[in-house]
């Protein structure tokens, strides 16, 4: 033992210790590094347990809320990077969510409106009936009974055929075109307390025949709403007024109004552009607004009720555009010279106002009663027969007696029907 | 439906008459022969004021009215009834009995008729 072997000795113990440093060093390290990665990794972990926990808990209630057409805003992810998924699953949820709802909806719709089919079509055969039976019986009580039962048909076709509407059908009941006044009190003939609707003057514009039955289920709900929401001792108002491009029909009750909240609701249902959705009407269901948006939509007219009647209740402004009226005036009959087969057309129709007293709109001789009848003559039975078969033997007992006439011209005339 | 059944059923005997169904006199029936007496038509309804244009242009039996209104016979008489209370129309008694043929000849007649046929 020597120096020399001292020095390798040293040497040798030096370097275990470099090396038993360097390994130190680095162990230290790598497990700094390894606790780091670890607590990285149990932080991702409680982020994404969290984010779950965001999700079954908060996310995906509030989405099924939203889903139930509820105002509920569906919250963001917690933290977007650990969410990915999340919003890949709650579009899929939503989606087959929707799609259920739809094809409920759908099928809901289809019954209902067939049901709906159905009821219209016999309310209708029951208001020929009622009809047939007005023109036969001539005792008052009778015509009485039948006024009521005839009244209640007409308020149980609205209903059904404003559901129908609701439900994608037409309004059905194809009509010629009517004047504007005929219009409202047919609308008026389908609700309740038709007897509280006070009517304006006889106006000269008339409502083209496609729209005549939109317009007059239109006008009936909303006559409906504004004697339903009004005191029954006070009167419904309605009055036409000549616009720039069209003809206003407004109806103003004497009630108590509508609540802001009233008011959106029904400005959303009158605009048509919401979904009617049928399971979303309420109990008792509300479905005037949510009809006249419909009919309102589909055929061009506009209603609106935001604004306050001087009557202290709800003004309801209907407001047609030219597209959908016409004149009165007999030369111009577009729609119902169209819808009438020929025979059908040279039917006399009664004569509302005879603007014309020479001519008819066709150019013929118009009948005329004026002078005294010639008693010899043969009396020729006025094509007006036709159309009473029930009054027939009165109606000719009447023309040959009663009545100082001349004979009419054995000549067809035109539909002068307004 | 013809095109009077699509216009009739729009407004319903019940508005024309403001719900009434009795008339307020009862002195109509088919043939009563009807005359307007007066021009004013200001603030009538729509049915009375076609009425009273009906009746201007002379006498109409209360059958012919309610065939031209398309309206039956017993909503055309609360009309009327109406009209002459409030001094619109009046009415005269169809015919007399002594003016209608003879029953027996009319009989007479179509046994006559029977006999050569």
Redo the contacts between chains.
Sequence with gaps: MDRQTLAMAFWVLLAIVLIAVFLLVRQHRTTRALRSRAEAAEAAARTVAEEERHLVEVRLPALAESLDHRPVEVPGPRSPEAAETHDRVLALFAHSVRQATERGEQSARATLKSMMRAVQSLSNEQ??AI?AM??R?????V??G???V??MN?QLNRRAQATAVLCGSWPG????A??L???V??A??RIRD??RVNLPA?SDVAVVSRA?EPV?LAVAELLDNAARHSPPNTSVEVNFQQAHNGMVVMIDDGGVGMTVEELNRAARLLAGTGSNDINRLGDPPQVGFAVIGVLARRYGFRVSVDTRSPYGGVRAVVFLPTELLTRVSKPTMPD?AVA?PPE?RR?P??????AAPGRTPGGLPRR???QPADQGSAVVPAP?TQ??PT?LA??K???D?????TPPPPVAEG?T?A | MSADRRLQGLVRPYVVTGGRAHASRNTFDAVTVVIATREQVAGLSPEKKRLMELCRGGALSVAEIAAHLSLPISVTKVLLSDLVDSGHIATHAAVSHAARPDMKLLKDVLDGLRARL
Aim: aromatic share 4%; no cysteine.
């Design positions: 208001q020929v009809s007005q023109e019986h001539d005792d008052p009580d015509l009485a039948l006024m009521r005839d009244h007409s009941q194809q009509r010629s009517s004047a006044t005929d219009v009190r047919g008026t003939s038709y007897l006889e005549v007059v119902n009438l059908q039917q129709r009664p004569d509302a106002d005879d005329r009663r004026t007006a159309r009473v009054g009165a109606w007992r009447g023309t007696s009663g009545r100082a006439t539909n029907q």
